[in-house]
């Protein structure tokens, strides 16, 4: 669930991939990353991300999770698994914006689809295929606001919001109306 408020950034660290399923599964907990990558990861993480190393995101693996969450991180056990072991995964943290103080460019505001249909869905292949050459190859940051001054205090549930895939409000998510209208941009550094 998003609540808007006038700086609702997300910046999102770098991937971090410090085991392999090799023993007993695939452990990227966030203790054992803050201690291995100091101040390279917020302590309070708002969001974590975790993808096999071929990009697959951890959710369309099929594979079964012991933790995957922003307090603890991500944990593939091989006891787990049907198959006996975990593929290799790697994980991304998402900060509090106060966290990221990198010299950050931003894009302009894009606004491509409307809630009408299906949702609101701005999609950063699609915006890159409408605009070529206007954002850049490896967006770390992105930031997404609604269009109408007055949905500034409504939250809607989020299906996804990250700078890799971009923003996707569905109505089908939603408990008593549509998404709102939104706008994103991406931020580089």
Request: aromatic share 14%.
């Given at each position: 669930?998003?609540?808007?408020?006038?700086?609702?950034?997300?910046?999102?660290?770098?991937?971090?991939?410090?085991d392999d399923p090799s023993g007993t599964g695939d452990?990227?907990?966030?203790?054992?990353?803050?201690?291995?990558?100091?101040?390279?990861?917020?302590?309070?993480?708002?969001?974590?991300?975790?993808?096999?190393?071929?990009?697959?995101?951890?959710?369309?693996?099929?594979?079964?999770?012991?933790?995957?969450?922003?307090?603890?991180?991500?944990?593939?056990?091989?006891?787990?698994?049907?198959?006996?072991?975990?593929?290799?995964?790697r994980v991304r943290f998402s900060c509090p914006s106060?966290?990221?103080?990198?010299?950050?460019?931003?894009?302009?505001?894009?606004?491509?689809d409307n809630p009408s249909g299906t949702g609101d869905?701005?999609?950063?292949?699609?915006?890159?295929?409408?605009?070529?050459?206007?954002?850049?190859?490896?967006?770390?940051?992105?930031?997404?606001?609604?269009?109408?001054?007055?949905?500034?205090?409504?939250?809607?549930?989020?299906?996804?919001?990250?700078?890799?895939?971009?923003?996707?409000?569905?109505?089908?998510?939603?408990?008593?109306?549509?998404?709102?209208?939104?706008?994103?941009?991406?931020?580089?550094?």
């Amino acid at each position: 669930k998003v609540t808007h408020h006038h700086d609702n950034l997300h910046c999102w660290t770098q991937w971090f991939d410090r085991d392999d399923p090799s023993g007993t599964g695939d452990w990227e907990t966030l203790s054992d990353l803050l201690k291995q990558y100091p101040n390279e990861i917020c302590p309070n993480p708002v969001d974590v991300e975790a993808t096999t190393l071929s990009g697959t995101p951890a959710k369309q693996t099929g594979e079964v999770f012991y933790k995957y969450d922003k307090t603890s991180g991500f944990v593939c056990r091989n006891e787990d698994q049907k198959q006996g072991m975990c593929k290799d995964y790697r994980v991304r943290f998402s900060c509090p914006s106060a966290y990221c103080s990198k010299k950050v460019c931003w894009t302009k505001w894009f606004d491509r689809d409307n809630p009408s249909g299906t949702g609101d869905w701005e999609l950063l292949s699609d915006l890159r295929t409408e605009n070529p050459g206007k954002i850049c190859e490896t967006p770390q940051y992105i930031q997404a606001k609604p269009k109408s001054p007055l949905s500034s205090f409504i939250g809607d549930n989020i299906y996804i919001y990250n700078p890799t895939q971009g923003f996707v409000c569905r109505n089908e998510d939603q408990t008593f109306m549509n998404c709102w209208d939104y706008e994103v941009r991406f931020g580089c550094c």
